[in-house]
Each structure stands twice: as C-alpha cells, then as structure tokens.
C-alpha cells in the first residue's frame, strides 16, 4: 500500500473552453468537479492503474467534505484529520493547447489540528511501502513540515514540493525528491539541473528526479544519473502531469523495479496525463501505447 498526504486538498474545478483570451469572456464547453491537491491525484492515479493506496491530510467544512465523498465513491481508502477552517479550491482553464490554473491559499490549520494530524500517522503507515508528501502547505504549517514527516515515519519518503519545504526535506533525509525544473533552480538557486539535483543529494536526500517538460526527466540516485525522454508531444492539460509521474515513481519503488524501468514508466505515466482534460487521471490506451517509445539512457556528467 502507499499512503498519500496531501496537507492541502482541493475541490477542482475545470473549465473547458475553445480558446483561452485574457479580458476576454468566454463560453464553457464542459465543467468538472472532483477531488484535488497533488497527493490526492497521486492516490487517483495509483488507484486507476491497481496499485493500492490510501489517502491522508487536512480537511475542512463544505469543500472539504466533498473531497472525502468523491474519494469514497471512486473507492479510494482514505484517513483525513478534520480541521475547522474550510478546505481550498482550485481552478483550471483548459483550452486545445494548454491549460491555466488559479491557486487558491488554503485554509489556516491550528496547533492542535496539526498535532491530531500527525499523530494518526505511524498506524496510517502500518504497512506501507513509501509514502508520497506532495503539495503546498497551507497557513499554519511550517515549511519544515515536510522534513518533520520524514523522521517522523519508518517507511521511505517521496517528496514533491518546493521552496524551502524541498530544501528541509533534503536535510531530513527524504528517501527521493521529485521537483520540477524550475522548482529546483529556485530553491538551490542553482541553475544547472544536475548540478542543483546533486546539491539536494549533498544535503541529504537519498535521489532526486527532476521533470523537466518535453526534456523528459533526470534521475540523481545512489546507483548512477539516467535521462529519460518521450519522442513526441502530447497536446492537452499538462496539470497532471507531474502527479502522474510522482505516482509512477512511488509504484516502481513499490514493486522493486530498476531505476531505468521506474523512469520509464514515469515519462509514460506523466505524459499519458496529458489528454485527460483534468489532474489525477491517466488515458490507458495511450500509456500502452508510449511505453515502447520511452528512450531511457545513463548518463556520464
């Protein structure tokens, strides 16, 4: 099982429109509402793929409550600590190209809330193989809530995050972290990427794999550097992408897979998040067929 924490869930809201023109008003083709907030998608997409999952974190009020409910429904387990202050929403804008998204802060989490919160989590981890942290943190919480996490369970730790929450994270010992390009650049502020990808590994974390678009993926670990990359772009709504990925790493350490095939796979799954016109979902079909064309090389820097 991998256990999920999303310290700041979200309802996401999606609106597809033909053309996306800022001022400018628009008609809506299709409107969507599900369950959100990076760790959430994470746990959709391991639970659509087969592998098994619970989700855990922070929820709150009216908004809150239809995220535990829409989880119900898709039959994902979960374990949310209740919190007073109303759980976030988020936006996404969709057109045939690209996708633009309106963050909300999240709600304010209270000393006690983040004491019952954490300490739900060593029976929550009872059997887990990793745990995935991914997200923003909302008010309240420190940015070292991450890096307390991590020492705090027994079972390795995927992080996705950035800032000073990616920086504590490497400090605790984080088991692999999984930013984005120009995450990294801007919490090292180093901006050769296996160069900031090594200096997260000098303070600690164990491997770093770094997303970076259509350049496909770099893998910092203990056993070598690899490259991994897609031939083809994908049109469509990239906002899943990186969730899709993280999952995909987190399943391949859970079934013991080599780093060249975990990478694989994480290209193949984040790129097959992208015609699905909303996060936490992949399109099958098309993962089948782009895992073959997944070119996967180790790297000498």
């Excluded at 907030?37 to 999952?53: E, I």
């Excluded at 990427?193 to 770093?208: I, K």
């Excluded at 794999?209 to 070598?224: F, N, S, Y």
Aim: proline fraction near 7%.
């Amino acid at each position: 099982m991998i256990l999920t924490i999303t310290l700041n869930p979200a309802v996401d809201v999606t609106y597809e429109v033909d053309e996306l023109v800022p001022h400018a008003t628009h008609r809506v083709r299709a409107v969507r509402e599900q369950a959100g907030g990076k760790g959430v998608n994470v746990s959709r997409v391991l639970h659509q793929v087969g592998h098994p999952t619970m989700a855990t974190g922070l929820l709150g009020g009216p908004t809150g409550d239809l995220v535990r409910g829409r989880l119900a429904a898709a039959g994902i387990e979960t374990a949310f600590t209740p919190i007073t202050a109303t759980t976030r929403r988020t936006v996404v804008v969709t057109d045939t190209e690209d996708a633009t998204v309106f963050n909300e802060p999240g709600p304010a989490v209270t000393d006690a809330e983040w004491s019952a919160f954490t300490g739900s989590l060593n029976a929550l981890s009872t059997g887990a193989t990793c745990v995935v942290m991914s997200g923003s943190l909302p008010a309240g919480v420190d940015p070292a809530a991450y890096a307390e996490l991590c020492a705090l369970l027994p079972v390795p730790a995927v992080v996705d995050t950035s800032g000073p929450a990616l920086l504590a994270a490497a400090e605790a010992g984080a088991n692999l972290l999984k930013p984005n390009a120009a995450e990294l650049s801007e919490a090292t502020g180093i901006q050769d990427t296996y160069a900031a990808a090594q200096h997260l590994r000098d303070r600690g974390a164990t491997t770093v794999v770094v997303t970076r678009g259509a350049d496909g993926m770099l893998a910092v670990t203990p056993d070598g550097t690899w490259s991994a990359r897609l031939g083809e772009r994908i049109a469509g709504n990239p906002t899943g992408a990186g969730d899709a990925a993280t999952a995909a790493l987190a399943a391949g350490h859970a079934t013991g897979a080599d780093w060249p095939e975990r990478l694989r796979e994480a290209v193949a799954w984040s790129a097959a998040a992208v015609p699905v016109p909303h996060a936490g979902e992949v399109d099958l079909p098309t993962l089948d067929r782009l895992r073959p064309l997944v070119t996967v090389t180790k790297e000498n820097p």
